[in-house]
């Protein structure tokens, strides 16, 4: 016996005052009320109405069982409602991950504004620079810079990380502003360290730039080498000398005259950006809205690699 529809069916007996009237109520014969009222009984072991020839009255018993089961099914109905809304709304908490400098630059102010729209959704940020398993380390997203490596994610471009070449004033008053590239090895680099085998290494560095002429590559001298970019933008702001900075990093600084954006005519590299997620999980109204939210507000364009 399904209790609920017999619990059910018992309170539309009471409120409508009639079988009849209760099997229209539940979509069922009046057959069908009176087996319910009967089993109910049954496995109460208790009788629930006081049944005469023209009407059929609660017992004193079937008096507080009514008012139970009203509460039951109340309490049911709630939480039926409970289950469509998380279905439907964005709610818990979202797991996601993003490199230091664009997490902090980039993703984190435009998260007031998603969890303004979204007042039952909590974030957990976790900023590294390590490529994280979201499946083993149970994250709902990921924002990577650079093209990823193919998997089964779901990978959606939200733009591209580009840099700027900046210098503080004051350094450019001492040593000179280039307007050239090959002006650029009579400056002091900041750089940040790079692995021996690569191109850009401790203590040298090969800045790549793309200009009218073509691409072009300077090797500079590292005067100062730091392992993190809000180190390297203070060294730049104190006058150290020319550094290669991301973009959204340094755009306050040169928007107020801390740093000046040098060599405007040559394009610096810059890397893609994407958010990765499990496509299965893209079912959830929490994590839809959060990758549908990053994307219109960082730009991009869908793709999926495999």
Request: net charge positive.
């Amino acid at each position: 016996m399904n209790v609920f529809q017999a619990m059910a069916t018992f309170v539309a007996v009471v409120e409508t005052g009639s079988m009849t009237a209760a099997a229209e109520r539940c979509g069922i014969s009046s057959t069908m009320v009176g087996n319910y009222i009967r089993l109910l009984e049954e496995r109460l072991g208790s009788s629930l109405l006081r049944r005469t020839t023209r009407r059929q009255n609660l017992t004193a018993f079937g008096a507080v069982y009514f008012e139970k089961c009203r509460e039951i099914l109340s309490l049911l109905d709630e939480a039926d409602r409970m289950a469509e809304a998380a279905q439907t709304l964005p709610g818990g908490t979202l797991r996601v991950t993003a490199p230091v400098t664009y997490g902090t630059e980039s993703l984190t102010p435009c998260l007031a504004d998603y969890l303004l729209q979204h007042p039952s959704v909590d974030v957990d940020l976790v900023l590294t620079e390590r490529s994280v398993d979201l499946t083993e380390e149970k994250f709902d997203a990921a924002i990577r810079l650079g093209t990823p490596e193919p998997s089964t994610l779901v990978c959606r471009r939200l733009g591209e990380y580009r840099m700027t070449l900046c210098a503080a004033p004051d350094y450019l008053a001492r040593r000179g502003e280039p307007f050239t590239p090959d002006q650029l090895p009579a400056h002091d680099a900041l750089a940040f360290p790079y692995p021996a085998s690569s191109p850009m290494h401790w203590g040298r560095r090969e800045w790549r730039l793309e200009g009218p002429k073509g691409k072009v590559a300077i090797e500079m001298r590292s005067r100062a080498v730091m392992n993190n970019t809000q180190a390297l933008r203070k060294a730049a702001v104190a006058g150290m000398g020319i550094a290669m900075l991301p973009a959204d990093l340094v755009r306050e600084d040169v928007r107020t005259g801390r740093l000046r954006s040098l060599l405007p005519d040559y394009v610096l590299p810059s890397r893609p950006v994407y958010i990765l997620y499990h496509k299965d999980r893209y079912n959830s109204p929490t994590l839809r809205s959060f990758v549908n939210f990053v994307v219109t507000s960082l730009g991009g364009v869908s793709t999926q690699m495999r």
